[in-house]
């Protein structure tokens, strides 16, 4: 394992599972396990699996000042955000540019939690309490278990009677198996599924209880390379690894606008007053690239920077491609020039130095109505 200034609680179990920890965002994370990422990958799609996605950087704003304080800095009108209640959320720069992405939980009145990557979130709220009637906690004892799958619901029904009925970007401080938890109905996966935040010293016998009481279920764990499968499908970014970032443009700083990449709907409507708003606004129609789908010919996941062309010219790059054992398709989120980001446009990418053939696709690929992640029943 590198070297990472946070831990999590569950390194013994991810170990003993396979993993040699890799670093992700300060924190050793379990990318593999022994097990096919495939398999890792279907159980979530069609059953359930529970990962340890607490290299996510968590955060307390508390006190009368924490609503204004989010309220400038993100792009989210945080007044309609109600207590037990969240919302997705962007971060843009000056020059109107993304710097982050978080989900803001409103957990009372005027208290906040604040989870992000690895983007600028915590350098941006910092110093934004100087001064003002707020505090901020940065809470690496919390821990995120994530559990992801069309089983979840049933499975955390019948422990915490009346989870059924949470809704969808809607959390409760409740009790699992004997310990404090705020579960929220959030998750990276495009499934209905659930993150359940703990202390670091309840981790380890929520683990080992969930996986041990959701064996009939067919509950795994599930590593963190799952994601990028599960995340291509569902049309979930992961900063910096689709930005401008990795994927520099020749003389300009870093930097995308929502435009391109697609995040336009994260801004409340008629939001202003808001960190980079003006300039948000002014670029809008000046895309230098959009986000979108590649559906490939082959069983050949396309790989991180593979080029992509279209009668002989080079129009994007992808992100993030993976192989669906399920649909039987190999699929990528890619960079392109805005012509070309819509349905039909035949491509070329690049794989491992041969050229595979192609088709431009909307996004998401799966679920693209989203039934499944914002279901009632």
Not at 129 to 143: K, P, S, W, Y
Not at 177 to 186: D, K, L, Q
């Amino acid at each position: 394992m590198v070297n990472s200034w946070r831990s999590t609680v569950l390194g013994d179990r991810h170990r003993a599972l396979g993993s040699a920890l890799e670093d992700w965002n300060g924190m050793g994370t379990p990318w593999t396990y022994r097990s096919d990422v495939q398999d890792d990958y279907v159980a979530i799609r069609t059953r359930a699996g529970l990962m340890d996605v607490s290299g996510l950087k968590k955060m307390h704003l508390v006190g009368p000042h924490a609503s204004a304080i989010l309220d400038r800095a993100t792009t989210r009108n945080v007044q309609k955000i109600t207590p037990g209640r969240s919302a997705y959320a962007t971060v843009l720069n000056d020059q109107g540019k993304f710097i982050d992405d978080c989900i803001l939980y409103r957990t009372g009145p005027n208290a906040w939690m604040v989870v992000h990557g690895a983007g600028a979130m915590h350098e941006i709220l910092a110093p934004a309490v100087v001064g003002r009637n707020a505090a901020l906690l940065f809470d690496d004892d919390l821990h995120d278990l994530s559990l992801q799958g069309p089983v979840a619901v049933d499975f955390l029904d019948r422990h915490v009677p009346g989870l059924r009925n949470l809704r969808y970007f809607h959390h409760v401080q409740t009790t699992l198996f004997g310990a404090p938890v705020m579960i929220s109905r959030t998750g990276y996966t495009g499934e209905r599924g659930y993150e359940i935040f703990c202390k670091g010293v309840d981790a380890p016998m929520l683990w080992d209880t969930i996986l041990e009481q959701g064996k009939g279920d067919g509950i795994v764990a599930t590593s963190f390379t799952a994601l990028d499968l599960l995340r291509v499908e569902s049309y979930l970014l992961f900063y910096p690894y689709d930005n401008s970032e990795m994927y520099p443009f020749d003389d300009e700083p870093a930097g995308d606008t929502l435009w391109e990449l697609g995040l336009d709907f994260t801004v409340s409507p008629g939001k202003t007053g808001f960190r980079g708003a003006e300039a948000h606004y002014a670029l809008k129609g000046r895309e230098r690239f959009r986000i979108y789908g590649l559906l490939l010919d082959g069983d050949q996941a396309a790989q991180p920077g593979d080029a992509v062309f279209a009668g002989g010219e080079k129009i994007g790059v992808v992100t993030c491609g993976m192989y669906s054992s399920l649909a039987g398709r190999s699929m990528a989120l890619a960079r392109l020039s805005p012509p070309y980001a819509a349905d039909g446009h035949r491509v070329a990418v690049t794989i491992d130095g041969q050229v595979t053939g192609g088709v431009t696709h909307s996004l998401p690929f799966d679920d693209p109505d989203k039934k499944k992640r914002t279901a009632r029943d």
